[in-house]
């Protein structure tokens, strides 16, 4: 009976701190970040849709670059020498992760802010029931074949195609719930194009960077408020990033140099503000409008406001 129990455990203990894998699809975003502008961006995303009942989608930029950051880091921890990486480290494009809760398709919006020294997440959350048409169309886009759907989202008209091959009902973004994995979304003006390149199976998954896990920067549990908050918070961020740490830092402190790298600590602090405002400035043309003008056929508000009513 004593060994029965043991095992038990053993099994239990196991089952709990068993890894994470993904199936993981890669999607080329094509946009337009500024509205008066017809120059177009691209990015490689990815939805990894989990075996914990999960996806998560976010730019691939970061993670991308793990392996060559992780040579770079080990370099200088042998040396002993401090080295600016963000001369070599490519910026991502995107800052939000968007989660999925399966079988519900709950959503849940992600932001990185700083508080302090530290990163925190903060986020909203919502119930997203897209309003879809599903029409007789078919086409192969790329080894996929697929079929055509229809939809309003965020002021836009969207065209979908998805694949019943490919056995979730998940996609890009914020979208879900056709009887397929979304191959090919855009809206009607093209300001927004995601098409699926391919897919890989990851086994030890961490949603995180290598930069991020190393650094202690996955800016913990999130902070989730409702959507007007989130927005009115973030925005404050995003006008002064470094609003929380600035009070924090002595004249002596800003005048330190860095040991490895040009200039002091405060000429570091100016160049990542500046890297920070010339990010958020770079887009204007959201998917999204702003709160209390958004259209996504039903929305369910959840979360702590929407608790107390």
């Known amino acids: 009976m004593k060994n029965l129990f043991s095992i038990v455990l053993i099994a239990a203990f196991a089952i709990a701190n068993a890894q994470e894998t993904a199936n993981r699809f890669f999607y080329e975003l094509t946009y337009r970040p500024k509205q008066d502008s017809a120059k177009m961006e691209k990015v490689i995303t990815v939805l990894d849709i989990t075996d914990k009942n999960r996806s998560v989608y976010q730019d691939y930029t970061i993670i991308a670059q793990d392996s060559i950051m992780k040579v770079e880091i080990e370099a200088m921890q042998k040396a002993g020498i401090m080295k600016d990486l963000s001369k ?9 992760r968007v989660y999925k809760t399966y079988p519900s398709m709950k959503i849940q919006f992600v932001e990185k802010i700083a508080s302090g020294f530290t990163p925190a997440n903060i986020g909203y959350s919502e119930d997203a029931k897209f309003n879809w048409k599903i029409l007789n169309d078919k086409q192969k886009i790329g080894e996929y074949n697929t079929q055509k759907a229809t939809t309003e989202f965020g002021g836009r008209k ?13 996609g890009p973004y914020k979208f879900s719930g056709l009887p397929g994995l979304i191959v090919k979304i855009e809206d009607d003006a093209k300001n927004y194009s995601w098409v699926l390149q391919g897919n890989k199976k990851v086994k030890d998954y961490t949603e995180f960077s290598y930069i991020e896990n190393l ?33 924090m830092m002595t004249q002596e402190m800003m005048s330190k140099s860095i040991p490895g790298m040009e200039g002091t600590i405060g000429d570091m602090m100016k160049k990542q503000e500046k890297q920070y405002k010339d990010f958020f400035n770079a887009t204007d043309n959201t998917i999204e409008p702003a709160y209390g003008k958004v259209i996504v056929g039903e929305v369910e508000k959840v979360g702590k406001e929407n608790d107390k009513k």
Do not use: C, H, Y
């Not at 969207?158 to 998940?170: E, G, H, N």
């Open 215 to 247: 650094m202690q920067a996955k800016g913990g549990k999130v902070n989730e408020l409702p959507r007007d908050k989130f927005e009115k918070k973030f925005g404050e961020f995003k006008k002064d990033p470094f609003a929380t740490i600035r009070p």
């Open 158 to 170: 969207w065209t979908a195609w998805f694949s019943s091959d490919i056995p979730f009902q998940d």
């Open 88 to 96: 070599s480290l490519k910026q991502p494009k995107i800052s939000a």
